[in-house]
């Protein structure tokens, strides 16, 4: 019986054993990883109270006046929870203790120093207490609360195996310094970069992209933005990861009117899915910005101009009341669509680009607004001009602008005033459509003879022919009407009273009075069916281009132009259609040179783009006084022209390009009086 029970016992130790080996295994492993300080903390002090088989335990980190603050615990009491009790006063004044001295502890239950503030165990445990850190730097203490009940050796024991597990998480805690000191390091490298980029340039643009694209590289967030505050509106000058911007876009307009409504409000905006706490205003322009952008949070931060520092108070350089009490510049936008980064993580790096920003845009705005900027940056970089290499370059190019300005006002040339028009028979006659009506035959086409009276298109009017048919119809029965009246006036067979003689003989004068009426209209209609039949007024020949094609079985109204006759032998003469802008010089011109040279004609040079190489004069011989709308050249004054030498077989409609001579004037202001003209127009007016 005895040795039954005996295996037993060795048999479970044994398991036991290795379950404390897997245990401390697994703290070994984690002690190599990289997980988070929650993760481990729990990790660490689960598997050591399962190996211990103890109580509970507590992991305690030092913070803030190195003092111990509770990063995770197993069973711990509610009086040890409580700081507000003697028994976690207590026991807080032994964990100093401790950690001053750098000892592990065994604390008997319910046992205190002779030193009141040296603290105590309150419970009825065995407290197992050892330091946890590295290198002798202490990060921490881990807590085993144990049954008081076990023998001293075995209480040694467990101080024994707690040390060697704080010996094994010394090797999480260094590597976590060395990953911490890391990240800082590439933290700093990151900002100092940031600094150095974001301060390069003074140009308002340029500065906005730079603090957009590596903010937001420094931050991780999703996308960051910036706006410039002017005339009291948020204007957005930039967005990461955008060369281009369009300012009109739904998303653009509506962080413009979020970021001004944030800026006006003076306060920070911090969103992150809720808006209860916002004013109206506020709530508005997030919720339409939102719905348009996806944006699960963001922050708006009104961009203040940095206050002059202290000398006499370093201490206070970097107080946010220093930092953001200035005029306002503008506003950072940050926003996170697919990450989620905490604002415990974010807000450092983001107080480091905001610092930076606001620096950065208000001396860009400030140099940008000194008067005359863009002049004195243009001659900064003109220094290079006057250096001893480039100077007699410089003094050579600059004398040949100077003289071509010299001969730009001194050299007089020809002021002429250009123009376009067409060549147009002097004699001609434009055919009319007399009536309403459909062609029904072309009898002439372009280029076709025709003499005078000779028919050129047939005409059929549908209304006018029903009404020759009613007319000729009622003219008829007029006629009928008449001869019986009349056989029964001489008709001596019959005997009638001298009243119905008399009645008959007024019916008969009424019926001759409408068998009048009814011929007249009949001729009438006669002839006007005759101008169905229109015929050229003169003789010459047809110049309107492809007429039968134009014409054959078309409706025309009254009035329409059917075609054009040129006279036969005419001669032409040439339309000008001034531009409105240079009629004026043409017409002041001509004042001036009747006052001194009355009677004198004024000369044009014209070529014919039918003979592009052949230059031919003529002589103005009227200027229209009103101005017509032309579709090709816009507003112009119609202007005839008298070839010097008769023109006889030239080509219709045949386009011409003019010069007008209008005197002389100064090299520049003959090319570029029209530009200044434009200038006077529309930017000094």
Same mark, same amino acid.
Request: glycine content about 4%.
């Given at each position: 019986m005895s040795v039954g029970s005996s295996q037993v016992s060795s048999e479970t130790i044994e398991k036991t054993k290795q379950q404390i080996r897997g245990l401390v295994g697994e703290i070994a492993q984690l002690s190599k990883s990289e997980i988070g300080p929650d993760q481990y903390y729990e990790a660490l002090l689960t598997r050591v109270v399962q190996a211990l088989a103890a109580v509970g335990g507590a992991v305690w980190i030092l913070g803030e006046g190195r003092k111990p603050q509770l990063a995770y615990q197993i069973n711990l009491s509610e009086e040890l929870l409580d700081p507000e009790s003697d028994e976690a006063g207590k026991h807080f004044r032994l964990l100093d203790a401790i950690t001053a001295s750098k000892s592990p502890q065994l604390v008997q239950p319910l046992a205190s120093a002779g030193d009141e503030r040296m603290g105590g165990n309150p419970t009825r445990q065995?407290?197992?207490?050892?330091?946890?850190?590295?290198? $002798?730097?202490?990060?921490?203490?881990?807590?085993?609360?144990?049954?008081?009940?076990?023998?001293?050796?075995?209480?040694?024991?467990?101080?024994?195996?707690?040390?060697?597990?704080?010996?094994?998480? /010394?090797?999480?805690?260094k590597n976590r310094k060395l990953r911490d000191l890391g990240d800082r390091h590439s933290l700093w490298a990151q900002s100092d970069q940031f600094a150095r980029v974001v301060h390069e340039s003074l140009d308002v643009r340029e500065t906005c992209y730079t603090i957009v694209n590596e903010g937001r590289r420094l931050m991780g967030c999703d996308r960051v933005s910036i706006a410039t505050l002017s005339g009291g509106k948020c204007v957005i000058q930039a967005v990461s990861g955008q060369d281009t911007m369009d300012n009109r876009s739904n998303v653009v307009t509506l962080l413009g009117t979020l970021a001004t409504r944030v800026v006006k409000s003076g306060e920070?905006?911090?969103?992150?899915?809720?808006?209860?706490?916002?004013?109206?205003?506020?709530?508005?322009?997030?919720?339409?910005?939102?719905?348009?952008?996806?944006?699960?949070?963001?922050?708006?931060?009104?961009?203040?101009?940095?206050?002059?520092?202290?000398?006499?108070?370093?201490?206070?350089?970097?107080? &946010? #009341?220093?930092?953001?009490?200035?005029?306002?510049?503008?506003?950072?936008?940050?926003?996170?669509?697919?990450? $989620?980064?905490?604002?415990?993580?974010?807000?450092?790096?983001?107080?480091?680009?905001?610092?930076?920003?606001?620096?950065?845009?208000?001396?860009?705005?400030?140099?940008?607004?000194?008067?005359?900027?863009?002049?004195?940056?243009?001659?900064?970089?003109?220094?290079?001009?006057?250096?001893?290499?480039?100077?007699?370059?410089?003094?050579?190019?600059?004398? /040949?602008?100077?003289?071509?300005?010299?001969?730009?006002i001194v050299i007089p040339w020809d002021f002429d005033?250009?123009?376009?028009?067409?060549?147009?028979?002097?004699?001609?006659?434009?055919?009319? %459509?007399?009536?309403? %009506?459909?062609?029904?035959?072309?009898?002439?086409?372009?280029?076709?003879?025709? /003499?005078?009276?000779?028919?050129?298109?047939?005409?059929?009017?549908? $209304?006018?022919?029903?009404?020759?048919?009613?007319?000729?119809?009622?003219?008829?029965?007029?006629?009928?009407?008449?001869?019986?009246?009349?056989?029964?006036?001489?008709?001596?067979?019959?005997?009638?009273?001298?009243?119905?003689?008399?009645?008959?003989?007024?019916?008969?004068?009424?019926?001759?009075?409408?068998?009048?009426?009814? #011929?007249?209209?009949?001729?009438?209609?006669?002839?006007?069916?005759?101008?169905?039949?229109?015929?050229?007024?003169?003789?010459?020949?047809?110049?309107?281009? $492809?007429?039968?094609?134009?014409?054959?079985?078309?409706?025309?109204?009254?009035?329409?132009?059917?075609?054009?006759?040129?006279?036969?032998?005419?001669?032409? #003469?040439?339309?000008?259609?001034?531009? #409105?802008?240079?009629?004026?010089?043409?017409?002041?011109?001509?004042?001036?040179?009747?006052? &001194?040279?009355?009677?004198?004609?004024?000369?044009?040079?014209?070529?014919?783009?039918?003979?592009p190489g052949t230059t031919r004069t003529g002589t103005i011989t009227q200027i229209s006084p009103a101005t017509e709308a032309h579709e090709e050249h816009g507003n112009v004054v119609p202007i005839r022209i008298t070839p010097d030498e008769p023109i006889r077989s030239g080509r219709p409609g045949a386009t011409v390009t003019a010069d007008v001579h209008c005197g002389k004037a100064p090299l520049g202001w003959t090319l570029l009086h029209e530009a200044w003209e434009w200038l006077e127009a529309n930017l000094f007016f």
């Open positions: 065995l407290l197992v207490i050892h330091p946890l850190g590295h290198d $002798d730097q202490i990060e921490g203490l881990i807590e085993i609360f144990q049954r008081p009940n076990a023998q001293p050796a075995t209480q040694r024991g467990y101080l024994q195996f707690l040390k060697q597990m704080c010996e094994l998480a /010394a090797e999480w805690f920070p905006l911090w969103y992150s899915g809720s808006t209860d706490d916002l004013p109206p205003q506020i709530e508005t322009a997030i919720e339409q910005y939102v719905d348009q952008s996806y944006t699960k949070s963001l922050a708006v931060l009104p961009l203040r101009k940095p206050q002059p520092a202290e000398p006499a108070n370093p201490q206070n350089l970097g107080t &946010d #009341e220093k930092a953001h009490s200035g005029e306002i510049v503008g506003a950072l936008i940050i926003e996170q669509i697919e990450s $989620d980064i905490p604002r415990e993580i974010l807000s450092p790096r983001l107080d480091l680009v905001y610092e930076h920003s606001a620096r950065a845009l208000s001396n860009a705005i400030d140099h940008n607004s000194l008067f005359l900027m863009p002049v004195w940056r243009t001659i900064g970089k003109s220094r290079w001009l006057v250096q001893a290499r480039t100077l007699p370059k410089t003094v050579t190019i600059g004398s /040949a602008i100077l003289l071509v300005l010299l001969a730009l005033m250009r123009a376009k028009g067409s060549l147009e028979p002097i004699q001609k006659r434009e055919i009319f %459509g007399p009536m309403p %009506g459909v062609v029904t035959e072309v009898l002439k086409d372009h280029g076709d003879e025709v /003499a005078e009276g000779e028919p050129l298109v047939q005409l059929r009017n549908p $209304d006018l022919e029903i009404r020759i048919e009613e007319v000729q119809g009622e003219l008829s029965t007029a006629r009928e009407e008449l001869l019986a009246i009349r056989s029964q006036l001489t008709d001596s067979s019959l005997q009638m009273t001298n009243i119905e003689r008399s009645k008959l003989q007024a019916q008969l004068n009424q019926a001759l009075l409408r068998v009048q009426n009814l #011929e007249k209209q009949a001729k009438l209609l006669e002839e006007r069916q005759g101008q169905l039949i229109v015929k050229s007024p003169i003789a010459g020949r047809v110049i309107t281009w $492809d007429a039968r094609r134009l014409l054959q079985n078309r409706p025309v109204e009254t009035g329409q132009v059917l075609m054009t006759i040129a006279a036969k032998d005419t001669e032409y #003469e040439i339309k000008l259609h001034m531009p #409105e802008r240079r009629a004026r010089h043409v017409t002041r011109f001509l004042e001036e040179r009747e006052q &001194d040279r009355p009677g004198e004609p004024l000369k044009v040079d014209y070529i014919l783009m039918t003979e």
